[in-house]
């Protein structure tokens, strides 16, 4: 029986080109690809500013911090206004404090508040942390259990003291010592109402708040009433810690950096475009023959620049999903052997360096196919098939 013939080869396919071509373009492929790899290396880890600060807060998802915003003590009238919130299920008294914590760049805040013994049990069921390692404090002493991941990032071990009487840059106040270890969700650290309420001691002159808690399903509605409250003269009566507003100084704080990544991208972009359509061209001097031939034997010169611009599309696109996932690999391992020991948190998957990096293979692809459209349409078949017989 005889053998079946290969299927015929299609000269114009952009397909045949690329699979009998590697060497001629894997600079082009290797270039783009780099660069893609670099733009998620570089963009990926911006996200741990925000993402961090989101796990820092998430314990504000649970629970409310109202303090009085033009008195100094919650009297008589603020406390009416409270037991008028229908959406309340309980509140406590407290004090907040805040923990320095590393980020890439800078520093970021954690929560840590100073609660009565007898509601710590409550106060960790509803946030769902419980006590990995150590012991819980005393009451009315200088203990403080930390979430791990605050430990981790600040480098503290069991036993450690804190706070400006310690360390005059700290920018917790008092004097805390390190006693347990909280695992969960919420970041949130736990010391003693009572130490931090001593008459005479540094922490008495913190200001009171209260910690609302709000019924089942009822959060949204509490957190509105607690904003839109106002004294009989009309000044409004408490200064609101919940998750809107703290996600409100993020995104302020954060607000520019969207630009500067834009920025970033569209010169590397824009540069990548350039060196790409000069080393098609350069390629393509050496396929002038090539073109000519198909030229002068009647093929149309706009399915030239169509295959031309599909092996420039191609080769672009296939080293974008290359680029992506090296850039994906490397920031995983940044991720899990650098970011986590210090307690930072990122997204590994973020589709800002998706869409950014796309601009590498937008740019080269356009720029490339109208330079070697330009080369092709002055081409003149006869003076390439004259210099193909000197």
Sequence with gaps: MAAKPPPPVRALSPWTYLLRNPRRIAPVFAIQALVTTLLVLIITPTNAFEATA??????????????????RDFDEELVGILDDNVAQEQRVKAKMF??????????????????????WPQFLDKLSSTLIEGR??????????????????????????????????????????????????ARIGLASYA????????????????????????????????RDAKHEDGEPAFRVVDATFVEKRIAKTLANVPVIIGFITFSVGVVVALVIS????ISFQVRVDEFGVYLAVGHQRWPLVRKLAIETAAVAVSAWVVGLAVGLAGVWLYRDL????????????????????????????LTGAIALGRRLHRMDPVTVIQRRGV
């Design 195 to 226: 130490y931090a309420s001593e008459p005479y001691f540094v922490l008495a002159r913190r200001p009171e708040f209260r910690v609302i808690y709000a019924r089942e399903g009822r959060k949204a509605a509490s957190d509105t009433y607690l």
């Design 54 to 71: 989101r796990a820092n807060i998430r314990p504000l998802e649970v629970f409310t911090i109202v303090s009085p915003r033009v008195r």
């Design 98 to 119: 805040w923990l320095r914590t590393p980020m890439i760049v800078g520093e970021g805040y954690a929560p840590m508040i100073a609660l009565p013994r007898e509601v």
């Design 136 to 185: 819980m404090p005393e009451s009315g002493q200088d203990g403080a259990v930390l979430h791990e991941a605050v430990v981790r990032a600040r480098g503290m071990k069991l036993g450690d003291k804190f706070g400006q009487l310690v360390n005059p840059q700290d920018a917790t106040p008092g004097r805390f010592t390190l006693v347990g270890v909280l695992g969960g969700y």
């Design 278 to 281: 000069l080393l098609n061209v």
């Design 338 to 365: 650098w970011l986590e020991p210090r307690g930072i948190v990122m997204t590994v998957v973020d589709p800002r360096p998706l869409l950014f990096s796309l601009s590498v293979p937008v740019f080269s692809t």
